[in-house]
Antibody
Framework: EVQLVESGGGLVQPGGSLRLSCAAS????????MTWVRQAPGKGLEWVSG????????YYADSVKGRFTISRDNSKNTLYVRMNSLTAEDTAVFYC???????????WGQGTLVTVSS | EIVMTQSPATLSVSPGETATLSCRAS??????LAWYQQKPGQAPRVLIY???TRATGIPARFSGSGSGTEFTLTISSLQSEDFAVYYC?????????FGPGTKVDIK
């Protein structure tokens, strides 16, 4: 069974940093492109960042470019995103998801909530 | 950036009826278009990819069509479990972009 389990969310002050993790199991993580998608409370889905299976290629939404860094450890089957200079506009549930044969997503985690507030 | 728009924002439909949802891209995304369903408190679930291919396990009452800039998701004979929010997503260009969603609720 495919499982994606996010962790690391919580309350952080404006300007602060946070690192989210996504532990993957039930599929060959090292051959799967992966992504982070977020959803602000009561709002729609926003793609945040993607990383190729090897980790050599990374992609970012303009809204997070220069502040967020996506990475992965294929030996630990884990996806990460490091988030710096957080603002209230970054408050959202962050989902990790697996790309299936193109950058669309067939398996999603349950999400982890990031709240940026003083 | 390809901007995705969806209409209507809300669609009120009676069970057993057909719902037709539209998605428009600001520039051609070829057929690299996916549809997702999201229920409250749940992660999205992929329904359709390649504009018209049903994902594994998706009932035949869900169908997708279109190419280029105009896409449609049709849900035939709506069941109670189909009332949800539906998002389209283009994966032809970076950055990837989602539409704002269409909420299908019970009439």
């Amino acid at each position: 069974e495919v499982q994606l389990v996010e962790s690391g969310g919580g309350l952080v002050q404006p300007g602060g940093s946070l690192r989210l993790s996504c532990a993957a199991s039930g599929f060959t993580f090292s051959t799967s492109d992966m992504t982070w998608v977020r959803q602000a409370p009561g709002k729609g889905l926003e793609w945040v960042s993607g990383i190729s299976a090897s980790g050599r290629s990374t992609y970012y939404a303009d809204s997070v470019k220069g502040r967020f860094t996506i990475s992965r450890d294929n030996s630990k089957n884990t996806l990460y995103v490091r988030m710096n200079s957080l603002t209230a506009e970054d408050t959202a549930v962050f989902y990790c998801a697996r790309a299936m044969g193109g950058w669309l997503f067939d398996y999603w985690g349950q999400g982890t909530l990031v709240t940026v507030s003083s | 950036e390809i901007v995705m728009t969806q209409s209507p924002a809300t669609l009120s439909v009676s069970p057993g009826e057909t719902a037709t949802l539209s998605c428009r891209a600001s520039q051609s995304g070829s057929s690299n278009l996916a549809w997702y369903q999201q229920k409250p408190g749940q992660a999205p679930r992929v329904l359709i990819y390649g504009a018209s291919t049903r994902a594994t396990g998706i009932p035949a009452r869900f169908s997708g069509s279109g190419s280029g800039t105009e896409f449609t998701l049709t849900i035939s004979s709506l069941q109670s479990e189909d009332f949800a929010v539906y998002y389209c997503q283009q994966y032809n260009n970076w950055p990837l972009t989602f539409g704002p969603g269409t909420k299908v609720d019970i009439k």
